[in-house]
């Protein structure tokens, strides 16, 4: 998250006078120096933040930083529980980012979804404007009974600024990248099963799954099979960078998602993408052109797309550069800036305070 929102608030504060509140734990290395930064004692954790509730003078220091402040918005970058105490305590326009508007399977258990949820739907019941990603996410909304003029889809930005962490002589391997938290409804299981058929047809190759999470499940599969590199730690920038600039592809197998940052990290290195059919993942991939989308839960199809990238270098370089060229068009942050600000002038040209 912290990528996402120093970014934002780096493009936003190009115009305008920007603060941002972030727990005092934030690697503040993202941020323009001209951004106004407030730091809070938050756990890394949200349930563990949740003790925080009982903190009164936390939140009497951050009504008084906002307060004087006297913002004309304030943009609520996901929908952490504490949003309703500033809701409580400031009356003032509001605009949520709501990244994931469907709970991905398996990402907690049923007595604190339970929690999110409610917390989840008074937000986005109770805030003025309500952003997200894509068409298909803007669809979950509307069929929570969120009134779709509340609603306003603006894409993910780039990621480009990944480039400066790449160092100049990394060679390309011809390596099928894995990227991000491991998690079941990210689909590594049909990977898996995907290089098993990659292998009848091709032999020098390598298939790197990094990220956090638990790998366990997969063990029994991977564990003597020389074709898979696991980095299953957290990676730093500077790892990330190598990761993607050393790989020839970076592969979403996910079964369901929303939208995902690794795309526009694949786009910034001019990596193709081979990805499924799932959330807006596909609004922000041209079949064919940056990448290849096939459905999802079908390891043939994803075998398949994978072989035509591995087996044709040139084809690859291609769609590296129309990768490279969308990311630049249309996921820039001076233009995501932009149709942010015009639902910050909307709400603030609308005097109705709730």
């Excluded at 998602?257 to 786009?267: F, K, L, R, T, V």
Aim: hydrophobic share 40%; with cysteine.
């Amino acid at each position: 998250m912290i990528h996402y929102s120093s970014q934002l608030a780096n493009a936003l504060g190009k115009d305008n006078d920007v603060a941002i509140i972030i727990p005092s734990y934030t690697d503040l290395k993202y941020f323009d120096t001209n951004i106004n930064i407030k730091l809070i004692r938050a756990p890394p954790s949200v349930i563990l933040s949740l003790l925080y509730f009982f903190n009164i003078f936390a939140f009497m220091k951050l009504y008084a930083f906002i307060k004087s402040y006297n913002p004309d918005i304030i943009h609520f970058l996901n929908e952490h529980p504490y949003n309703n105490i500033i809701h409580c305590m400031i009356k003032c326009k509001t605009v949520l980012t709501c990244h994931d508007p469907v709970a991905h399977t398996g990402e907690r258990n049923k007595l604190v979804m339970s929690f999110f949820n409610l917390n989840e739907f008074y937000q986005l019941k109770r805030v003025d404007k309500i952003i997200v990603h894509g068409k298909t996410l803007f669809k979950d909304l509307t069929q929570k009974n969120i009134d779709q003029e509340k609603i306003v889809v603006i894409p993910h930005g780039d990621y480009s600024f990944f480039e400066k962490f790449a160092e100049s002589d990394i060679e390309e391997d011809n390596t099928i990248l894995f990227f991000g938290r491991i998690k079941p409804y990210k689909g590594i299981k049909y990977l898996i099963e995907a290089e098993k058929i990659i292998s009848k047809a091709a032999k020098d190759y390598k298939v790197i799954i990094a990220g956090e999470g638990d790998i366990t499940p997969y063990n029994k599969d991977i564990a003597n099979n020389h074709k898979f590199i696991i980095i299953n730690r957290y990676i730093d920038d500077t790892e990330v960078a190598l990761l993607f600039k050393k790989s020839v592809m970076v592969v979403l197998p996910y079964i369901e998602a929303s939208q995902s940052g690794i795309i526009p990290i694949a786009y910034a290195f001019k990596k193709p993408v081979v990805v499924t059919d799932v959330g807006s993942i596909s609004e922000v991939v041209a079949d064919n052109k940056t990448g290849f989308i096939v459905p999802p839960k079908d390891s043939h199809a994803l075998a398949a797309a994978i072989l035509k990238l591995l087996n044709n270098h040139e084809l690859r370089i291609n769609m590296g550069e129309n990768a490279y060229k969308k990311m630049k068009e249309e996921m820039s942050w001076d233009k995501i800036a932009i149709e942010t600000l015009k639902v910050y002038k909307e709400e603030k040209n609308d005097k109705k305070i709730p």
